[in-house]
């Protein structure tokens, strides 16, 4: 039985650390108060996120978290679920009005610990816009021995990115 849970225990700590949504949240938008908004993409708009992105859309519907204080938008939030190398990972996505990320932050890691992205790395993403820069031949520096992490990160931001400008910036 001690065989069994032994590796549990070794990746439990880092488990552990990662925060909740309503925590992430949070970290992102400090003092703000949250809507839940869904959105059900049409057709039109999901080809549009996709050619925007350069990545796939993984679904047409999608729950979005605007932050304001004091009745001002001050950014809004996408939780964005996608597969790592075999599992799953949920990134929060935190992006200022004007369709810059804020804040990259990982809320659930289904992979071996050992490819989770490292803060300092993330924090690359952190000011970054939609732009063909926005990649890992731009101004994202890989992630030696975590290349999938590294994909499925830049694509979310750009995802992310993407919808913003469709939800929010092309829709006024």
């Given at each position: 039985m001690i065989r069994v849970l032994a590796p549990l225990a070794f990746s439990l700590p880092l488990f552990a650390t990662l925060p909740s949504t309503q925590e992430a949240l949070a970290l992102a938008f400090p003092g703000a108060q949250f809507t839940r908004r869904e959105f059900v993409l049409s057709e039109a708009q999901a080809?549009?996120?996709?050619?925007?992105?350069?990545?796939?859309?993984?679904?047409?519907?999608?729950?979005?978290?605007?932050?304001?204080?004091n009745g001002t938008l001050?950014?809004?939030?996408?939780?964005?679920?996608?597969?790592?190398?075999?599992?799953?990972?949920?990134?929060?996505?935190?992006?200022?009005?004007?369709?810059?990320v804020l804040r990259v932050e990982a809320v659930a890691f289904h992979e071996p610990a050992e490819y989770m992205a490292k803060e300092a790395w993330v924090k690359q993403f952190?000011?970054?816009?939609?732009d063909p820069q926005l990649s890992l031949k731009g101004s994202i520096h890989p992630l030696s021995?975590?290349?999938?992490?590294?994909?499925?990160?830049?694509?979310?931001?750009r995802r992310c990115l993407a919808l913003h400008r469709v939800l929010y910036r092309e829709a006024k």
């Open positions: 080809g549009q996120v996709k050619a925007l992105a350069q990545v796939e859309v993984p679904g047409r519907w999608l729950v979005v978290y605007e932050a304001r204080k001050v950014g809004v939030g996408f939780f964005d679920t996608h597969r790592v190398r075999t599992l799953n990972e949920t990134l929060l996505v935190a992006l200022a009005p004007e369709g810059r952190e000011g970054k816009a939609l021995g975590a290349t999938l992490t590294a994909h499925a990160m830049t694509d979310a931001a």
